[in-house]
């Protein structure tokens, strides 16, 4: 039982941090987007976007993967790839990732614990590779609306699924102000300014809002 005299002004462990987690996409292909039937597909588009930007932003390690890339599924989004040029993208024959070595030798080179996951389909390319890391001892953020499946019910029954097992549930905009914490991080202040313009919707109307009436130093 924690006493007042032990209360102070620091954070959770288990908040995420620039230092702690890394992010894995999972999927983001054509003929993956073609069987979305979830939720607005462009949406998911504009959330994974801005959730690499996020990670680009803070330089979180990132992994990126696909499946069958030249026989079935396509190469994965280019939107995607050129937040990250050059980076080597994982293609495996196995719908759950985490039973290939190679994603799962890039996921440990990242030497974090903390893994963010965003894919498609939630059902499956998400499910499977989040429980498979939690049983090996990671913890496990799942990008809910960076992520689809196949219907409303798939996609939140996964969703479901991995919050009995373990997985927390977060959007990428929640990410990105996790990461960010204190609008007094001037270093990455101005960059997370730019992606929440650019992706975050009305949100990002506010602060170009805010920033043409108060300055553009407008916090929050």
């Given at each position: 039982?924690?006493?007042l005299?032990?209360?102070?002004?620091?954070?959770?462990?288990?908040?995420?941090?620039?230092?702690?987690?890394?992010?894995?996409?999972?999927?983001?292909?054509?003929?993956?987007?073609?069987g979305?039937?979830?939720?607005?597909?462009?949406?998911?588009?504009?959330?994974?976007?801005?959730?690499?930007?996020?990670?680009?932003?803070?330089?979180?390690?990132?992994?990126?993967?696909?499946?069958?890339?030249?026989?079935?599924?396509?190469?994965?989004?280019?939107?995607?790839?050129?937040?990250?040029?050059?980076?080597?993208?994982?293609?495996?024959?196995?719908?759950?990732?985490?039973?290939?070595?190679?994603?799962?030798?890039?996921?440990?080179?990242?030497?974090?614990?903390?893994?963010v996951?965003?894919?498609?389909?939630?059902?499956?390319?998400?499910?499977?590779p989040?429980?498979?890391?939690?049983?090996?001892?990671?913890?496990?953020?799942?990008?809910?609306?960076a992520?689809?499946?196949?219907?409303?019910?798939?996609?939140?029954?996964?969703?479901?699924?991995?919050?009995?097992?373990g997985?927390v549930?977060?959007?990428?905009?929640?990410?990105?102000?996790?990461?960010?914490?204190?609008?007094?991080?001037?270093?990455?202040?101005?960059?997370?300014?730019?992606v929440v313009?650019?992706?975050a919707?009305?949100?990002?109307l506010?602060?170009?809002?805010?920033?043409?009436?108060?300055?553009?130093?407008?916090?929050?």
């Amino acid at each position: 039982m924690t006493t007042l005299a032990e209360v102070t002004a620091s954070p959770s462990p288990d908040l995420l941090t620039p230092d702690n987690c890394a992010v894995l996409f999972v999927d983001h292909q054509p003929q993956m987007f073609f069987g979305t039937g979830s939720g607005d597909r462009t949406s998911i588009i504009n959330a994974t976007v801005g959730l690499a930007k996020a990670a680009r932003t803070f330089d979180v390690p990132t992994v990126l993967s696909t499946v069958a890339a030249e026989s079935f599924s396509g190469p994965i989004m280019p939107q995607l790839a050129a937040v990250f040029p050059g980076q080597e993208i994982v293609d495996r024959t196995t719908m759950n990732a985490w039973e290939d070595a190679a994603f799962v030798e890039a996921v440990k080179a990242t030497g974090r614990k903390k893994l963010v996951i965003a894919g498609l389909w939630t059902e499956v390319c998400v499910v499977l590779p989040a429980l498979s890391a939690l049983a090996q001892g990671y913890e496990v953020y799942v990008v809910t609306d960076a992520s689809g499946g196949v219907s409303p019910q798939a996609h939140e029954h996964a969703i479901q699924r991995m919050v009995q097992a373990g997985v927390v549930p977060v959007t990428w905009v929640q990410v990105l102000l996790e990461l960010q914490r204190d609008w007094a991080r001037a270093e990455t202040y101005l960059p997370v300014m730019d992606v929440v313009k650019e992706h975050a919707g009305t949100y990002g109307l506010g602060v170009v809002y805010a920033q043409a009436v108060i300055g553009e130093h407008a916090a929050g």
